[in-house]
């Protein structure tokens, strides 16, 4: 029903900023909670952040917090993660998700994007 694309990984230098997208098509995404969750090599899938169908709530795990920020624009059917000061521990496949309710369960999320590379250099 909801397809997603994530876009904008690359390579960075420590403390850098990187911007990804994630495009919805196939339905809107304006009635869902949209997630970014990340996964290293050998790694759990994470949780990163997620921002509620309004965008008036976010949450964000401690490990990005105050340096990471979820927005979305729902008449574009667009979700973005703003990344600023990474580490080289931020290295990851980083995916979104959409859900119907706000949580930072990866099991509460029904549908993923593909994933995107990020990786930050020393």
């Known amino acids: 029903q909801v397809q997603l694309v994530e876009s904008g990984g690359g390579l960075v230098q420590a403390g850098g900023s990187l911007r990804l997208s994630c495009a919805a098509s196939?339905?809107?995404?304006?009635?869902?909670?949209m997630g970014w969750f990340r996964q290293a090599p050998g790694k759990e899938r994470e949780f990163v952040g997620v921002?509620?169908?309004?965008?008036?709530?976010?949450y964000y795990a401690g490990s990005v917090k105050g340096r990471f920020t979820i927005s979305r624009d729902n008449a574009k059917k667009e979700v973005y993660l703003q990344m600023n000061s990474l580490k080289p521990e931020d290295t990851a496949v980083y995916y979104c998700?959409?859900?119907?309710?706000?949580?930072?369960?990866?099991?509460?999320?029904?549908?993923w994007g593909q994933g995107t590379q990020v990786t930050v250099s020393s």
């Open positions: 921002i509620s169908w309004s965008g008036g709530d976010t």
């Open positions: 998700a959409a859900g119907n309710y706000v949580a930072t369960d990866k099991g509460r999320f029904g549908y």
């Open positions: 196939g339905r809107t995404i304006s009635n869902y909670a």
